[in-house]
């Protein structure tokens, strides 16, 4: 029977605290760089994202996990493993942390050297849209609820283009 990864299992894989502390300073380091914005005046609300999400194709299966940690952090993996022999494919640790007045999705991937920060630019009580226009690919990153159990995750150009969809339900505890 195929095991699933959990929340977990992608802190076992991963040093939490290292990986916050390299966060924190990949905003700070290029906070002055990033597009400037309005601040937010309405608080964004993430708890629709905590919980265990997937996507199950005929050869791989993709988990994405959120914890909340407090009122203004969140942290998160991603994993895509092959459904025939278990190796993972490819891993992200997130975090979604608030910084000064801002929010900021946070994504650490094996092929950056450092993670890489989006400022959340957008939000709403069904979406959150985050953005950076200095990195290369993907620049901008929307979570979208469908209903309680829908997701559908998009990552573009800040224009829009070279877009991809991943459309997540959410893994019920078995």
């Known amino acids: 029977m195929q095991k699933l990864l959990s929340l977990n299992s992608c802190r076992a894989k991963c040093n939490f605290a290292t990986f916050v502390e390299a966060?924190?300073?990949?905003?700070?380091?290029?906070?002055?760089?990033?597009?400037?914005?309005?601040?937010?005046?309405?608080?964004?609300?993430?708890?629709?994202?905590?919980?265990?999400?997937?996507?199950?194709?005929?050869?791989?299966?993709?988990?994405e996990s959120w914890e909340m940690i407090n009122q203004e952090s969140l942290v998160g993996c991603n994993f895509l493993t092959n459904t025939e022999t278990g190796d993972t494919l490819a891993k992200e640790n997130l975090a979604i942390i608030k910084l000064g007045e801002k929010y900021f999705y946070i994504a650490d991937v094996s092929h950056n050297q450092y993670p890489t920060p989006f400022e959340l630019i957008a939000h709403d009580s069904t979406k959150f849209i985050f953005e950076n226009i200095l990195h290369d690919y993907p620049q901008r990153i929307e979570y979208l609820f469908i209903d309680n159990d829908s997701l559908t995750v998009s990552i573009s150009k800040s224009d829009g283009s070279n877009y991809s969809n991943f459309h997540f339900k959410r893994k019920k505890d078995e």
């Open 23 to 63: 966060s924190l300073r990949a905003i700070r380091n290029s906070i002055s760089e990033l597009n400037a914005k309005t601040f937010l005046t309405a608080q964004p609300r993430f708890n629709n994202l905590i919980g265990n999400w997937e996507i199950i194709s005929d050869k791989n299966i993709t988990l």
